[in-house]
């Protein structure tokens, strides 16, 4: 019975979460590992006591083996299952699944070996994780991937495997329709020896990164994928020595094209025997598309359309540049910005609106900043080139929304200490505003931010961005961004709801001149909670000018690309009957 006392004792996060009826749990820190001993090398079974549970993180723990029995019954509800940093492995026993709600699995930095059925992450028949979009096994010991992972979880859209053991794919994920929507497939830093020419039945791949294995070739057939626009097959001996070149300097589409007329030798001549009728129907494919387009847009009243221009980087006399630090990589690694300009919020309640889209879009696609968290900025005061990077909490200064200069450490412990007699006076479970985030940041050694070229910090995420870039009513230039813990394809995914959401307040706007307009003071208020879109009514435009989208690139330290934002692919929700975007 004693003992009983002394284990419940020792995880008083569990009865603060319990008492709160919490969402999100954290546990991390210096005496988790003595804690997760005692219990056996498991996570507590009372953990596996919190039904309410959407976002579970259990990171750099050396003494976490296995998560223990009960967590697929005891957590049906859960999104979010970030395991990441532990001793996991050689297998997961029991397996994970089913968890019918889980989003975003990371079990990166662990030490697992294999997968199999049983131990690994659900089952295959029905589907243990039918809703999961994002997948990050990378730092680990893989040798070999389970081949039932396309039917366990058949809804993948990202997968991440770099830095394993890998020296092939299982056939089944090449499978036809097995993982209709994978955008997104990283395996750097394997072994991988060879890539089946089955990999263009990924309909949805966009990002392919397979540098530093140990490939001969890359098959012809990856210039079918009709999605594919960014390619990385660095550190790889090709035979093909100008391939070769090619992967270390030139860009996607070159590439593709390279290997879509066969490259040298007898890959020539079978694309020479194939090349005219492959040639001719896909002019035929493009011919019916346009025909069909132009048949829809006679039907819409083009003075409803949504607009929106697209300026290209090599249109734009000084495109905005974000450089990435590598730092960012364990702590939140991706980015994606843009800008947008031609806004129109002094009209109306078209700042509130804005705001308040905002506000839904974190709700909901940004599953509460714990799959991504927006930042806008007035471009008037953003002054670039940009840098994505990290700082320890005590050397962070930043000027939060509403709020003095302070440190990011210090800040902190203020928001912890407001929600804590916020829940005091309004005797409530939980909290609101930014004090909601803070647990994002929990264990976290140095904090991420983004640094203008005056060194100011204009973005502090997922908490606030900066009084220096604040938007305004005045403001009609801005700039966006997007980052992630999990995945590059949701920074995307937001952004293009960000933007169209943009277009649609654009046109409602101009078309209802309303009076009773949101103060830059009220402003504060809503924008505090940092931005979001998704939700509102839908308009069009009338003659005006369309919004510009201009690409901005996101480089790592040496400037090589790492992303650029809108591409082609990008905002493909906009080929609707009421939206035109102008590449």
């Known amino acids: 019975m004693a003992a009983v006392v002394a284990v419940s004792e020792s995880w008083p996060e569990l009865e603060l979460a319990e008492r709160e009826r919490r969402r999100e749990l954290l546990l991390t820190g210096p005496g988790l590992e003595e804690r997760v001993r005692a219990a056996g090398g498991r996570l507590p079974p009372r953990l596996f006591t919190l039904p309410l549970l959407h976002y579970l993180e259990v990171s750099g ?46 079990l990166s930095g662990n030490a697992l070996e294999a997968l199999p059925p049983g131990q690994g992450l659900g089952p295959a028949e029905p589907p243990g994780l039918p809703q999961l979009q994002s997948l990050n096994l990378s730092g680990n010991r893989l040798r070999e991937l389970p081949a039932d992972l396309a039917r366990c979880a058949p809804r993948l859209q990202s997968l991440n495997l770099t830095a394993n053991c890998l020296d092939s794919f299982p056939a089944e994920l090449f499978r036809p329709g097995a993982l209709p929507l994978l955008s997104e497939l990283a395996a750097a830093d394997n072994c991988l020896r060879e890539l089946s020419p089955d990999i263009a039945h990924l309909a949805s791949l966009k990002t392919l990164d397979l540098s530093n294995n140990q490939l001969s070739e890359i098959p012809a057939e990856l210039a079918d994928c009709p999605k594919l626009k960014e390619i990385n097959f660095r550190g790889n001996k090709l035979k093909d020595r100008r391939l070769e070149k090619m992967v270390s300097g030139c860009q996607t589409r070159s590439i593709l094209e390279y290997l879509r007329v066969g490259g040298r030798g007898g890959c020539r001549v079978r694309a020479r025997a194939e090349g005219p009728e492959k040639d001719e129907g896909r002019r035929k494919r493009r011919e019916r598309r346009r025909e069909g ?12 359309r949504l607009l929106l221009r697209v300026l290209h980087v090599s249109e734009n006399p000084a495109p905005l ?101 916020h829940r005091k006076q309004k005797r409530r479970q939980s909290v609101s505003g930014l004090h909601r985030y803070l647990h994002l940041l929990d264990g976290k050694e140095n904090y991420p931010c983004l640094v203008d070229a005056d060194g100011d910090v204009i973005s502090f995420p997922p908490i606030t961005n900066s009084e220096k870039t604040k938007i305004k009513k005045t403001t009609s230039d801005l700039f966006l961004e997007v980052t992630s813990a999990t995945s590059l394809q949701i920074c995307k995914e937001v952004m293009d709801a960000l933007v169209l959401k943009m277009a649609e307040i654009n046109k409602y706007t101009l078309e209802n001149k309303e009076e009773g307009s949101l103060s830059d003071t009220e402003a504060d208020g809503v924008s505090g909670q940092l931005s979001d879109p998704r939700t509102d009514p839908s308009a069009g435009k009338d003659g005006s000018p369309p919004l510009v989208v201009e690409q901005v690139r996101v480089v790592d330290e040496e400037g090589h690309l790492k992303v ?19 590449r």
Request: glycine share 8%; aromatic share 2%; with cysteine.
């Open 564 to 582: 650029v934002y809108p591409s082609k692919t990008d905002l493909a929700a906009a080929t609707t009957a009421h939206v035109t975007v102008v």
């Open 61 to 106: 723990c050396g003494s976490l083996r296995e998560p223990g029995p009960g967590l697929a019954q005891g957590l049906p509800q859960l999104h979010s299952l970030v395991l990441r940093r532990n001793a996991l492995g050689p297998g997961l026993s029991p397996e994970l699944g089913p968890l019918p709600a889980l989003r975003v699995l990371d």
């Open 321 to 421: 540049t974000v450089r990435v630090s590598p730092t960012v990589r364990d702590v939140r690694p991706f980015i994606v910005g843009t800008v947008v300009r031609g806004m129109d919020l002094q009209t109306g309640n078209a700042l509130r609106r804005f705001l308040v889209s905002q506000t839904r879009l974190h709700e909901d696609l940004c599953e509460k900043r714990t799959a991504a968290t927006i930042a806008t900025h007035d471009l008037r005061a953003v002054r670039g080139p940009l840098l994505y990077a990290t700082r320890p909490p005590q050397d962070l200064t930043v000027v939060p929304l509403g709020r003095r200069e302070i440190k990011a450490k210090d800040l902190v412990r203020q928001l912890q200490l407001e929600a804590e007699e």
């Open 293 to 304: 387009g132009e048949g829809q847009e006679a039907a819409v009243d083009e003075a409803s």
